[in-house]
């Protein structure tokens, strides 16, 4: 199972030094723009994406996808990097945050996207820079939140915008390893503003697992909860729930648990 591990550390401690922690928060603090909430988890497949191109829909922020991986937010809003031959936000990456913000893409019914590109998984962008750019970018785009999806595990891309954020929002799938999993980044990561979201919640989960989650995130903010809806996984459309024009039954019922998450973000960064 993969483990967040910071480049810094040299020595094979997954734990970040009280340094980088200090600089996570006077990051938050200091950065000035408007907040900047990343998606992350140590795993995949737990619904990072989803919930990143739900919160920014659900509160019009600017989603930045800073996950190379083809089967991200990038693909799921109908951008193709491969029919293009820059990347604005590699550009933009490498310009530095003295630069003009890259400018989102936009469509009815979704998100606005800086998107990614599969170069992102070979640049050498150090996670200061990633954090110093997205800061930078969220003064840039005016009174807008930034909701940043990564890359699971560790990489500079998600260790910068794990550092620059106001809220980290971790997805939480009530499993046993995967709580195995909570239990390491909160470990590691325990100086950062969290909100575990647990996600993906059957009809009624084992008694023992909330339990256990419980007591894990005794320190920490449990936000909203989103359940189990099946009919995600199928579902071609790339509208968001929240911006579905007619929806059904169903889609309302998961556009208002994504919607009571984003209220729920929205004051914990107030
Ligand atoms: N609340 C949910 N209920 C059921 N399936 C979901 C839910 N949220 C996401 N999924 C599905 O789970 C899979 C993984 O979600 P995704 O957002 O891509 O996770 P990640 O970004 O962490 O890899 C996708 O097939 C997605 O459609
Ligand atoms: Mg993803």
């Not at 997805?171 to 239990?183: F, H, K, N, Q, T």
């Amino acid at each position: 199972m993969p483990e967040y591990r910071r480049p810094e550390d040299t020595n094979g401690s997954t734990r970040p030094s009280t340094r980088l922690i200090r600089t996570a928060w006077q990051r938050a603090s200091y950065h000035g723009g408007m907040p900047v909430v990343t998606v992350a988890a140590t795993k995949g497949g737990v619904g990072k994406t989803t919930l990143a191109y739900e919160i920014a829909a659900a509160i019009d922020g600017v989603l930045v996808d800073l996950d190379w991986d083809s089967g991200g937010a990038t693909r799921m809003w109908g951008y193709d990097p491969g029919a293009y031959r820059t990347s604005p936000l590699l550009d933009a990456l490498e310009t530095g945050p003295g630069g003009l913000p890259p400018r989102p893409k936009k469509r009815a019914h979704q998100p606005d996207l800086v998107p990614a590109s599969p170069d992102l998984a070979a640049s050498r962008i150090p996670d200061s820079l990633v954090a110093d750019c997205l800061a930078a970018w969220a003064k840039g785009w005016g009174d807008r939140f930034v909701v940043v999806d990564t890359h699971p595990g560790a990489n500079p891309l998600t260790d910068g915008a794990m550092q620059v954020a106001d809220l980290v929002v971790v997805p939480v799938i009530l499993g046993a390893r995967e709580l195995d999993a909570l239990e390491g980044m909160l470990r590691d990561f325990g100086g950062y503003r969290l909100l575990l979201v647990p996600n993906m919640v059957p009809p009624s989960p084992p008694r023992r697992l909330v339990e256990r989650l419980a007591i894990l995130a005794a320190d920490t903010p449990v936000g909203p909860p989103v359940s189990e809806h099946r009919w995600i996984r199928r579902r071609v459309r790339r509208a968001a729930l929240c911006l579905q024009p007619n929806p059904g039954r169903a889609v309302v019922k998961a556009a208002g648990e994504f919607r009571q998450l984003a209220v729920a973000i929205e004051t914990a960064c107030g």
